[in-house]
């Protein structure tokens, strides 16, 4: 009889791990799946960031060119600022020039 006894406690024990593997197969379910959500939401706002920062760089080529149209129109703010830019770009162009006529 002890035997038995013994063998329908090793049973209980078994669906007791059987038990409790099915509840942490579904709890790695679960997680797997916030993973793959946050996985996707970072890449969201990723993408947002990425917008951001080409906005920003646009906008700071809007100042850019406005402070330069101001100085052009005569702002005295600027001019220097304008004199230095055109300067640059006189450079650039004669650097051109020299590499195609070469």
Known sequence: MTDVFQM??????VDSLEDKIKKLISKIELLEQDNR?????????????????KQIQDLQAQITALKAANALLGSDDFKRETKTRI???IREIDYCVAQLSD
């Open 37 to 53: 959500l946050l996985r996707a939401e970072l890449s969201e706002k990723e993408s947002r960031q990425q917008e951001s920062y």
């Open 87 to 89: 300067n640059s770009l």
């Open 8 to 13: 329908s406690d090793v049973i209980k024990i």
